[in-house]
């Protein structure tokens, strides 16, 4: 190792860098856009559910659950008498559900044997079951109510004696605001487009245009040549984790509630996985597109679909999960979600930690083998 | 001896083929010295350079650089030489002096040594006046010696340059030449250039030739002349050069139907200006071409050959002046125009990986020939540019002079009457730019009209008229004997071309 | 005729250079397929195996039988009791569970009519998502559960029918969202690639020194793209139908249709994108700039009501978007061409101006 020329070269690593305007807009503009979009956009709270009520025969009971829908603010009720109406709007996506009250409700309600139907659209299943959710919670709500015989409002308490009260919290986003788990998620991604895409893609360009054939004949032996080019990645990584901190905090309110410095820590440490993992791949291709692709298929993909970010491990199947032990943003994933929004978690810490830190050196390991000074 | 090199053999797989790059070459080198490594295209000359400068590990055999085994002391001959490879290795997005800076820093190079030394290198090339410039930016002489001093920065025993003259005009290869002189004589170090024009070999003192991955010959400029003194008076290095890989020396090439004065003109240029912002790389430019005639454009590099030529072909407009092509504006009739003009670009552009016979099929198609057509026109292109062995063959595998000669075929395919080749026979060896020749004049026989950029000047003698530019403007105009005339009366073209340039 | 015949060469030449290549073939055609079966299997928002774990302060029949009607329950796995408050934070911190339930002393006293009685459910909100799912199935087991115990029925029996799709099954959606997901990156990367590839061999100078005019040059790259395109997509579609037994209800004529414009409108923007760049790295990052916001925002991970107004209109000019939203019904609900017309409308004008934009772009560069 020899500091002189480990600094001229990032030095020069790092003008390049800054007179590379698409590097930059990578480095600053890509965390900032990624996370103004998803933050606002990206959200699971579901409001106005498009429901068509079915009142075949207006009564007294009808008319409160109809009332009670529309003064939901979670829902946009319309009231049809005919079934056929109701199931035509359901087919031309006029409305998400159906609630069909039968003929006699009236009646059953006071035998105290009332049945309603639901019909949701289930194509697009997963907001077709918290749809569900809503109106079975506002069913349970209202039907201690009707069946008390009491005229609606007077009840002190919403449940009879009979029911049962579910107290629930979430647990570490108390509002259940989807910003805090998409902000830790968002953070991933831009570390491994940074640390596996940027440098797998301009090592590869070095490549094609010769310029590491140049490099290779000086006295810079093949690590401090990868040390150069992980610096410079590595400071534009941390400007872009610099960045998505500060707008998730100040913006939407993420709680930082671990200790900043091994949020940051840890952060470097998949960092230095990831361009590890970009310079293997820019040595093993060479090329260009290839680099692109390879990178695409096992870095970004998997740290944005099995890292458990947006779709939960455990409830893929079994060689999958397998599968995901063996992605490095596994467990980057659950370290911030962890540090944000828990707090130090000291075994969470150190197992994923400890796991990111061996990916790294097997990686970096592997690149610097990968990586002679030959061609 | 600085070099000596044992029975080395490397060979390359590509696909299922395997291809000896090298077999079996052994030479020693003494220090002191400019020695010249010359072969045609494909000969193994860079993969030599890449074993000594131990990239590359060998199949067979053993290369001792400065005493050291270059397998095992790679790193130790890498602190000790100075390599410019082919693509140069310059960083396009920095300066001039980062590019010194970092190569000599990444040389260990003291910063005392580095003021004292970069200045003088600076001079020497005269480049001073540009250190703030980007490398992206510069000539293509002018990159040529930046790698140069960045090679030469840090006082190497032993400079290895892997062809520096590729595309770079006369007068940046007389500099360089003369440049690198000086160091063998002041410093006291051994170079090792390859090149691919002959004429160059009697700057060296030395000289290796390769082909086949074998080495052919070894020995001074002169004593490889001597070797064809059996066969011809008073022989040039080229023609020695040819009877060493031919075994016979090419007849001079001539005019079988010299142009009429009565020609009909083709293409006429008057007042073309183009500027780019402040910079106006062409000045007021105003020739006429016309059937049958070989018209050639020389200038230095960045002289503005290159604009003129793009506002010819229509790949970019010219901001004044007026392009006629038989008799109307080129801007009204592009298409048709490019539809009888055929176009060999400086890089090679065709598809690398497509097989020649479909590449000859795509730009046939593309202009429209088709049918029966078609299949004639291409077996007549693999019969004239003995193309046929390699029909099924993708581009990018065959070596350089076939792929000019299929650049060539693409090119005449829809039998153009105005044929453009912009520096169409850079780095290929001269027994590929003789038979190159030979149909390029065949075709000026026939009525076609071709127009030419060149940085060889015995091609340039080849030309019925020549325009030679300086910083955009045109400044001789005229037959080869009328610019030698104008040149001072200067014995060849070559030294006509250098006092009206310099 | 003539100008048939030329593009006919040009888009020869195209389809060569994409498929003669063995390493590129398989380039075009493996990452689609396997990442489709892949992310099959992985891209559910369903919940399984949901670890949770019961606080019993009670410890009575009734608990018991909560905590087994959370056994019997598919979603949930139930881990061994929690000893104390500070046990339920230590696991759920370190994930050991991600719900939990709370069952207060008096829970059986209140149930047996002297108070209302009361649980508490814990659900572990790092992932939003998972979190709102896992509380929604928690809060069904408990009311079926109450319902079950009182005396006189004081609920409603709620039947419900999920139409389309009875089982609520993910994958039915998941499996053809991911189809247009895969084939827009695999267009927009063979679409970018075909333009940068000859701007870096030099060979697209040679290509406008043919007679060929520039939107000729863009229509035939288009055209190749898409018969490309077709090899992996009709892969895939075997892949949906006789792996992953996707019910198809509608048309396959409309699906072409459909994947045709909604490959179409791809394509253009990919051209748009590279006309814009001026090499290989540029126009892959360029393309990503697209790709994450698109897939992000496309109603695959998130609905699209949930998004706010602005946001939603933007993203009219995502194919993605209406892919998204047509393939389902496609293949599910069986619609006719009516219902989706406003779909092909807008796909039509994202080509139309994308690919405007993209001519424009490269007539500009000459």
């Not at chain 1, 506002?138 to 107290?167: Q, T, Y």
């Not at chain 2, 003995?386 to 000019?404: D, I, S, V, Y």
């Not at chain 3, 333009?195 to 060929?212: H, K, S, V, W």
Request: aromatic fraction near 8%; glycine fraction near 6%; charge should be neutral.
């Amino acid at each position: 190792m020899n500091l002189r020329r480990i600094s001229a070269l990032i030095v020069k690593e790092f003008r390049q860098l800054i007179r590379d305007p698409l590097s930059i807009g990578l480095g600053i503009l890509l965390p900032a856009v990624l996370l103004l979009i998803c933050g606002y956009g990206m959200s699971t709270d579901i409001r106005n559910i498009k429901m068509v009520l079915v009142i075949p025969e207006t009564s007294e009971e009808a008319n409160q659950i109809a009332a009670r829908f529309r003064s939901n603010g979670f829902f946009h009720s319309v009231v049809v008498h005919s079934t056929a109406e109701a199931e035509r709007m359901l087919h031309r996506h006029e409305v998400d559900m159906c609630l069909f009250l039968p003929h006699d409700f009236s009646k059953k309600c006071r035998e105290r044997n009332a049945e309603v139907f639901l019909a949701v659209n289930a194509s697009n299943p997963s907001p077709a079951l918290l749809k569900k959710g809503y109106v079975q919670t506002v069913l349970a709500e209202m039907a201690p109510r009707i069946f008390s015989d009491l005229p609606a409002g007077s009840a002190n308490g919403i449940f009879s004696s009979d029911g049962l009260i579910i107290h629930s919290r979430q647990w570490f986003n108390e509002e259940n605001r989807s910003a805090f788990s998409i902000v830790p998620g968002i953070i991933v991604i831009i570390l491994t487009i940074i640390g596996a895409l940027l440098t797998s893609m301009v090592m590869a360009r070095e490549y094609e245009l010769g310029n590491l054939e140049s490099m290779f004949v000086t006295p810079m032996r093949s690590s401090e040549i990868l040390l150069a080019k992980m610096t410079v990645n590595f400071g534009l990584g941390m400007v872009g984790l610099g960045i998505s901190i500060f707008i998730g905090c100040f913006l939407f309110g993420v709680p930082m509630r671990g200790n900043p410095l091994i949020l940051v820590g840890g952060s470097s440490l998949y960092l230095i996985v990831s361009l590890s993992i970009g310079l293997l791949i820019s040595s093993l291709t060479k090329n260009q597109f290839l680099a692109v692709s390879c990178t695409i298929i096992t870095t970004f993909l998997p740290s944005y679909l099995l890292s458990g970010f947006l779709f939960e491990i455990k409830s893929m199947p079994g060689f999958l999960q397998v599968l995901t032990r063996f992605i490095p943003a596994r467990y980057y994933v659950d370290f911030l979600q962890t540090s944000f929004l828990v707090g130090d978690v000291w075994p969470n810490i150190i197992k994923n930690l400890s796991v990111l830190a061996a990916f790294a050196s097997f990686f970096f390991v592997l690149a610097k083998i990968k990586n002679p000074k030959r061609l | 001896m600085i070099i000596e090199c044992q029975n080395l053999s490397k060979t390359f797989k590509q696909g299922q083929e395997k291809v000896h790059a090298l077999s079996d070459v052994s030479f020693e080198l003494e220090a002191g010295k400019i020695i010249g490594l010359l072969g045609p295209d494909g000969a193994g000359k860079t993969t030599l350079m890449r074993h000594l400068c131990g990239l590359l590990r060998p199949d067979g055999g053993s290369v001792k650089v400065l005493g050291v085994d270059s397998v095992l002391g790679a790193n130790q001959i890498q602190n000790q030489i100075g390599y410019v490879p082919q693509k140069f290795g310059l960083y396009e997005n920095l300066s001039i002096s980062e590019n010194i800076n970092l190569y000599a820093r990444l040389h260990g190079v003291s910063d005392e040594e580095l003021a004292q030394r970069v200045p003088r290198l600076l001079e020497i090339t005269r480049l001073s006046r540009f250190t703030k410039r980007m490398a992206g930016k510069l000539s293509g002489g002018m990159k040529q010696k930046l790698a140069l001093i960045c090679a030469l920065v840090s006082r190497p025993r032993l400079m290895l340059l892997d062809e520096p003259t590729v595309g770079v005009d006369v007068l940046a290869r007389r500099e360089m030449w003369s440049i690198l002189r000086q160091f063998v004589e002041e410093e006291a170090m051994t170079i090792i250039a390859s090149t691919a024009y002959l004429d160059e070999a009697d700057y060296c003192d030395q000289t290796l030739i390769l082909f086949e991955g074998r080495l052919l010959a070894q020995g001074t400029p002169d004593e490889i002349r001597k070797m064809a003194e059996r066969f011809v008076e008073d022989p040039t290095f080229e023609e020695a050069f040819q009877l060493l890989i031919c075994g016979s020396v090419p007849e001079r090439l001539t005019r079988r139907n010299p142009v009429r004065e009565d020609a009909p003109v083709r293409i006429e240029v008057q007042d073309l200006v183009q500027r780019f912002g402040d910079f106006t790389a062409v000045d007021h430019l105003s020739f006429q071409i016309r059937s049958g005639e070989i018209f050639g454009l020389l200038g230095a590099n960045g002289a503005g050959k290159t604009t003129t030529f793009r506002m010819l072909c229509g790949l970019n407009q010219a901001t004044e002046g007026k392009i006629t092509v038989d008799g109307e504006p080129l801007a009204r009739n592009l298409e048709r125009m490019r539809s009888q003009t055929g176009y060999v670009a400086q890089k090679f552009s065709l598809y690398a990986d497509l097989s020649v016979r479909q590449n000859m099929e795509f730009f046939g198609g593309a202009y429209g020939v088709r049918g029966k057509l078609l299949q004639e026109r291409i077996d007549w292109a693999m019969e004239t540019f003995q193309l046929k062995p390699f029909a099924r063959m993708n581009a990018e595998k065959l070596a350089m002079g076939f792929k000019r000669r299929l650049a060539m075929a693409c090119a005449l395919l829809h039998q153009p009457s105005i044929v453009f080749l912009d520096e169409a026979t850079s780095g290929t060896d001269p027994i590929s730019r003789h038979e190159f020749w030979r149909k390029i004049l065949d075709l000026a026989d026939s009525g076609v009209a071709v127009i030419i950029t060149t940085h060889f000047m015995d091609e340039a003698q080849y030309c019925d008229r020549i325009l030679i530019m300086r910083d955009g403007l045109s400044i001789a105009v005229g037959s080869v004997d009328e610019i030698c005339r104008q040149g001072g009366n200067a014995a060849t073209l070559e030294e006509a071309f250098v006092n009206l340039v310099t | 005729m003539k100008v048939l015949n030329r593009l006919a060469a040009l888009l020869k030449k195209e389809l060569l250079q994409l498929l003669k290549n063995p390493k590129m073939r398989l380039s075009l055609f493996i990452p689609p397929v396997v990442q489709l079966v892949l992310l099959g299997y992985a891209a559910t928002l369903e919940l399984k195996e949901v670890d949770c774990a019961v606080l019993d302060h009670s410890r009575t029949a009734e608990s018991r039988e909560i905590k087994s009607r959370f056994q019997g329950s598919p979603t949930f796995v139930v881990q061994p009791d929690l000893e104390s408050e500070e046990d339920l934070k230590f696991r759920m911190e370190n994930r050991k569970i991600q719900l939990a339930l709370v069952i207060p002393e008096e829970f059986a006293r209140a149930k047996a009519g002297h108070s209302q009685p009361e649980v508490q459910v814990l659900v572990d909100g790092r992932n939003a998502n998972s979190a709102g799912l896992a509380m929604t199935y928690a809060a069904e087991i408990l009311r079926d559960y109450a319902a079950s115990k009182m005396e006189n029925a004081k609920a409603f029996r709620v039947q419900t029918r999920g139409w389309h799709n009875p089982n609520f099954n993910m994958q039915y959606f998941m499996i053809p969202t991911l189809l247009v997901l895969i084939s827009l990156i695999d267009v927009l990367m063979i679409s970018a690639l075909s333009i940068a590839r000859e701007r870096e061999d030099g060979t697209f100078e040679q290509l406008r020194m043919t007679p060929f005019a520039t939107w000729e040059i863009l229509l035939v790259k288009g055209c190749a793209t898409l018969c490309i395109a077709l090899g992996p997509i009709s892969t895939c579609l075997f892949f949906i139908h006789f792996w992953f037994h996707i019910p198809f209800q509608g048309s396959c004529l409309l699906l072409a249709a459909l994947l045709g414009t909604f490959v179409s409108a791809s394509i253009s923007i990919g051209l748009f994108v590279s006309s814009l760049t001026r090499n290989l790295q540029q126009s892959m990052l360029g393309i990503f700039m697209v790709i994450v916001p698109f897939g992000m925002l496309s109603g695959m991970a998130t609905p699209l009501e949930s998004m706010p107004p602005v946001f939603q209109t933007v993203m009219l000019a995502n194919p993605l978007r209406h892919g998204i939203e047509a393939l389902p019904r496609i293949f599910l609900e069986g619609v006719a061409f009516s219902e989706l017309s406003h779909i092909f409308y807008f796909l039509i004008s994202i080509t139309l101006v994308a690919f405007t934009l993209a001519y424009v772009s490269f007539a500009r560069q000459r």
